[in-house]
Nanobody, 116 residues
Framework: QGQLVESGGGLVQAGGSLRLSCAASGMIFSSNTMGWFRQAPGKQRDLVATITSGGSTNYADSVKGRFTISRDNTKNTVYLQMNSLKPEDTAVYYC??????????WGQGTQVTVSS
């Protein structure tokens, strides 16, 4: 049974940085596309960034140039480096995995709060 566990969220001032981590278990991590999503109160869950098994990345326009997604297949971990944070980045951030064989998995989420 696949499991994802996020960490690294917290409270930061606008302009600051945070790095989120997502540790995966119970899946063939290196074969999966991994992604970060976020959901603000009263809003839908939106894509932030994805990274394929081959290392190709994709970003939401709102975070391009500020956020960087990366993965370490030796540690079964995906990261989201967030720089120049803005109050509108405040949300619960979720890690997601897509396995071509077994489907989708979600973490429990980690809160990121950016104060102005």
């Amino acid at each position: 049974q696949g499991q994802l566990v996020e960490s690294g969220g917290g409270l930061v001032q606008a302009g600051g940085s945070l790095r989120l981590s997502c540790a995966a278990s119970g899946m063939i991590f290196s074969s999966n596309t991994m992604g970060w999503f976020r959901q603000a109160p009263g809003k839908q869950r939106d894509l932030v960034a994805t990274i394929t098994s081959g290392g190709s990345t994709n970003y939401a326009d709102s975070v391009k140039g500020r956020f960087t997604i990366s993965r370490d297949n030796t540690k079964n971990t995906v990261y989201l480096q967030m720089n120049s944070l803005k109050p509108e980045d405040t949300a619960v951030y979720y890690c997601g995995a897509h396995s071509p064989r077994t489907g989708d998995y979600w973490g429990q989420g980690t809160q990121v709060t950016v104060s102005s």
